[in-house]
Nanobody, 117 residues
C-alpha cells in the first residue's frame, strides 16, 4: 500500500508561481509512474501531468503545457509540480497518484490551490 501526502497548495494571485510536493511512503517509489490530477469546483477530475519511473519521460495536459513542470527525486520519494503563470482556471484541488501495473491505484488526500485575480 502506497501512501501519498501532498503539500504546497495555497492562495496566490494570477501570474504567480507555486510548487506542489508529494511524498510517498513506499520505499520502492522508483517503481511507480507518478502523476498529478486536479478537480475544480463542479467539474470532473482531470489529468494534469505525468512522469515515468526514471523521470525520463513526462506528459502534460494541453491546458498546462509550457506553464507547469513535473519532476521527481526518487532518493527523496518525492514528486513535484512546478506551476508558473497561474490562471484563475487553475483553481482546484490537486492530487498526486501512483500507477501500479494497471492503473493509478494510489491517491493522496489532495492540496487546495486557489488563484485569485
Amino acid at each position: 500500500q502506497v501512501q501519498l501526502v501532498e503539500s504546497g497548495g495555497g492562495l496566490v494571485q494570477a501570474g504567480d508561481s507555486l510548487r506542489l510536493s508529494c511524498v510517498a511512503s513506499e520505499r520502492n517509489f522508483s517503481m511507480y509512474d507518478m502523476a498529478w490530477f486536479r478537480r475544480a469546483p463542479g467539474k470532473e477530475r482531470e489529468f494534469v501531468a505525468a512522469i515515468s519511473r526514471s523521470g525520463g519521460t513526462t506528459g502534460y495536459a494541453d491546458s498546462v503545457k509550457d506553464r507547469f513542470s513535473i519532476s521527481r527525486v526518487n532518493a527523496k520519494n518525492t514528486v513535484y509540480l512546478q506551476m508558473n503563470s497561474l490562471k484563475l482556471e487553475d483553481t482546484a484541488v490537486y492530487y498526486c497518484a501512483a500507477r501500479d501495473k494497471y492503473d493509478y491505484a494510489y491517491w493522496g488526500q489532495g492540496t487546495q490551490v486557489t488563484v485569485s485575480s
